[in-house]
């Protein structure tokens, strides 16, 4: 109990001569804020394109491709849809037929000279948008089948400038957008949508990446997944939709995440010599104070305490402010990836994250200090007074 009442005594004196050494503590706290500002906001970037694949992940959804890469294969043939769909655990519609859908996915020139990058084109078939229950036309209408016709996700149409009635070059013409749709912020948004018969005709595109189904029920997936594995007419996988996003959405951020904490790292070097440096100062001009601290009783853990929670305390207002300054500048805001279109996210996962690397920081960089301040003969201290 007298440990502890010594350090908080001696955090309170701590806290109380911050004014006293207001210029060192601020350069600590920017330190730490620079720090952490620039990791979050580097990792918004996967924050939200995460949050976008996982928006529109559904258990009771799987997909079927021949290839690992399903979204541009086109491995799977016409004539093995029917046995695709004919497979065990696949829900029906109210007419019975199953609900799964065979599409694919093209690629789609810029739309302008000046824009980098542009949708991909989605092409589905009948059941595409039963599958879909959260996709919803905002602007416009829904593209009809048998026509050369696009609708476009609503973060496609913000971050390449698109808007109903625009002309879209495609094999066979142009191809106007009709309408504008959202789909709960998911990654289709980034896309454009069309109507998989007319785009495969105009396309000369024989095959189908993948085939969407609809299960009864999540657990049905084993059995689904078997019977079309064993299949010896077939040649296809199977995993849950939920599954694959993320599969996809690793394989896209890993390089991305690795390339922020390694910049995230050499940062936090600079800033921890900064935080030792600083501490050290800090404790050089209270040595007549913790000369008479030493001299009248107190012991030395508590004082070394004392200086490690004065560089936690810091640092943690570092750290709030850093990533404060990422959400205010970045959440929210839109990002254009090539064919991907996303909201970066500065979410509160990443708050925590960033509380973490200012204490790492704090704890590293501040126990040198304390060590010092601790191990400080009384003898010498006096000396100095």
């Not at 309170?12 to 210029?23: C, E, M, P, V, Y």
């Not at 810091?314 to 500048?329: D, E």
């Not at 996303?342 to 704090?362: E, I, M, N, T």
Request: hydrophobic share 50%; charged share 15%.
């Amino acid at each position: 109990m007298r440990i502890l009442t010594q350090t908080l005594i001696l955090s309170r004196l701590g806290f109380a001569g911050l004014l006293q050494r207001k210029w060192s503590s601020l350069v600590l706290v920017g330190s730490v804020a620079c720090v952490i500002g620039v990791l979050l906001s580097m990792l918004s970037v996967t924050a939200g394109m995460l949050r976008a694949y996982r928006s529109g992940g559904d258990p009771d959804l799987a997909l079927v491709s021949s290839d690992a890469n399903a979204a541009y294969s086109n491995g799977i043939p016409s004539n093995a849809i029917g046995t695709i769909l004919d497979a065990p655990g696949i829900a029906k519609a109210s007419d019975g037929h199953p609900l799964g859908d065979a599409e694919f996915q093209f690629w789609v020139p810029p739309t302008q000279a000046y824009i980098i990058g542009s949708p991909t084109l989605l092409a589905i078939g009948s059941m595409g948008l039963v599958l879909r229950p959260k996709l919803h036309i905002v602007a416009g209408r829904q593209f009809l089948p048998g026509r050369q016709e696009l609708i476009v996700g609503v973060a496609a149409a913000r971050a390449y400038q698109l808007h109903v009635g625009d002309p879209i070059t495609l094999p066979g013409g142009t191809w106007p957008i009709v309408g504008v749709f959202a789909d709960d912020g998911s990654i289709v948004e980034s896309q454009f949508l069309g109507d998989a018969n007319t785009v495969a005709t105009a396309t000369q595109i024989s095959g189908f990446s993948s085939v969407l189904v609809r299960l009864e029920k999540p657990d049905a997936f084993d059995a689904f997944s078997h019977w079309l594995e064993t299949n010896p007419a077939l040649n296809v996988t199977a995993e849950r939709q939920s599954d694959y996003s993320l599969r996809t959405v690793n394989r896209t951020s890993a390089f991305f995440t690795e390339l922020t904490y390694f910049v995230g790292s050499l940062m936090a070097v600079g800033a921890l010599f900064g935080i030792v440096k600083l501490m050290y100062a800090a404790v050089s001009v209270r040595v007549r104070e913790i000369a008479t601290l030493r001299a009248i009783g107190y012991q030395p853990f508590p004082l070394a305490a004392s200086i490690l929670l004065e560089t936690v305390f810091l640092s943690f207002v570092g750290a709030v402010l850093g990533a404060g300054a990422a959400w205010l500048v970045f959440n929210g805001r839109h990002s254009a990836q090539l064919h991907e279109v996303f909201d970066l996210s500065v979410s509160g996962r990443l708050f925590l994250l960033g509380a973490a690397w200012a204490l790492v920081l704090a704890m590293i960089g501040g126990l040198p200090p304390a060590m010092r301040a601790a191990r400080l003969p009384v003898a010498d201290a006096l000396r100095a007074l």
